[in-house]
């Protein structure tokens, strides 16, 4: 068995995608909806699909904005609450792309320890009596890239502390809707949405390719969000977000939720089960949906070109450090022992034997 | 009659857009690629539409970028080449949301005065001796907003001037196709492609509503440029644009381009005739082909509060305002006389009624 084995990226695997139902959609949107679908305009995003959500989440049109996908949406975000100087907070590590985008707007990351149960809220307070962020950004439900979730207590603290200091709060939560097992927490939106911004997609629920991505925030936000959206890119590409509108309106969505469910569970199982079973000695986070098993690996690992060694036995592994932003109190961060192990795009099998190479190369 | 008459803005009419043609390019292309259109990934653009482009245009794969509109390329763009303190120069007046672009990027944004056959050189020669600039944005066919297209001698001395003094020109051409008369000049890249990035989209030639544009520059330009697309959307939206390389594969580009310029020909002749008969006294340019005709009006014109006296006589105009850049030699502009007309949009009948409204007011 030398096929090469993936463990790297976060996405959905082809059999995930609804392509038929899709393309009727496309059909009903482009043929219901001409003058619309196919002209310039609908700069907060196409409104039926702005309404479906202001529905669910029990918001106005005027909180929603739907655009090319969530993560241009956190870049126009950063550009419009990131002044010369500012701070951002993430939990440490977190997705790689938004410290990224973060500094490339001209923002300090600076990253506040996870634990097993969300943000560290000591750690949090303490970074606070130093600065106060412009936005602290949060993975609350199965985090990227570590799988953790933000316990109720701790989203209750964090609405009071953003409420307190006044910085806003991103949540992001792309993969919420996928939990495997356990009872879902609040959003922290539904503590108090007054400094609350929530970023989710499609692209877990339906396809990444179709970049639709959404913000719920208070109206004064979304329109100075939109306003700068609407000088970078005019108006959104409609077909795809008129095409996921009509998927939602044809109760498509939840059992499509479902069938993607049942497609990972096995393999959230049987990640779980390798990690357990051939690295014991790691520290790892086990999460109750999503996307995505993380490790600590002991300190007596052997680390050095891991990456290397992986790609010699088949194995394509992620390196730690990019989800790593500057730590908040100085203390060294363990990226190089740091594992982010995606199981949604590889089968079991695949999962069993990735994870025993991985621990013969320790 | 009393119905209101928009000459406002560059958009095709509903009845312009090819809806069934493009329900069954979208199936097409969902149903015939779905591991790439429905994925993340074709960050650069969805490979067989760039491949399409590099045969249109004879470049490579790698001098080819497509992605969610022209204006988002234009953006990241001048994101890339504009640094501190620099300088962008433009037509004077030019497209509005390219000198919007420009100044959030941090540029300078300088206008050069157009002349009926393009940009003045001598102008551009003059403003060359005080400031190099990052680029030269020129729309070189039926020119946003006055219609003007360059000649070919220009063309070629601009060419020269930007490998001479080393900047970089944008060519715009998204109306290029749309020529109702007259012979088409060569494109600036073919005279010399080195300093060259040539913008266009499908928006005027089957749909704003796809976001479809691309960018042709040498490869290591498209590379960077590439790689802060990535970091600001992750991937394109892939089904539209897959669902136009379905159209062109098909062979229904051209002949959609030739029933829009059956439906826009009477249109553009109209409003050429309705300027030379009611406004005899205002400098017009009636263009060969593309959106836009416009006038500046006499110095005598009454232009105080115009929009406002227009809309009270069921006319709606844009101001001229938001066209002109800085002048390059402090010289005041004639912005409060300057009309854009766009004429695709609105019937024969309509253009020849509000021309005939906009001459009253005066």
Redesign the interface.
Known sequence: MTDTIVFT?G??P?EA?P??Q??EC??AA??GD????????QQQGYLPLRQELAKEYRVSEAEVLVG??S??LQ?LLAAHLIRPGAVVFTEQPSYD?AI??FR?RGARVVGIPLESDGISVQHLEAALKKDVPAFLYLVPDFQNPAGATLSRQKRQRVVELANQYGFWVLEDIPYRKLRFQGEEHPLLREFDASRIVTLSSF?KLL?????VGFMLAPAELIKAVTKLEE??????????QA?VAEFIRRGWLQPNIDKLKALYRPRWEAMGNAVRRHLPGAQAFIPDGGFFVSVILPEAARTENLMGRAKDQGLVLTPGGPFFADPHDGQPVPSARFLRLPFCAVTPEQIEEGVRRLASLL
Do not use: I
């Open positions: 990226r996405v959905p082809t995608f392509t038929r899709l393309a496309f059909t482009l043929e001409t003058a619309v679908v196919l002209q310039y305009g090319n996908g993560l241009h870049d792309r990224t985008t490339r692209s396809s990444p390719g179709l970049r000088d970078t890119v005019l108006s959104p590409v409609l077909p795809s095409a």
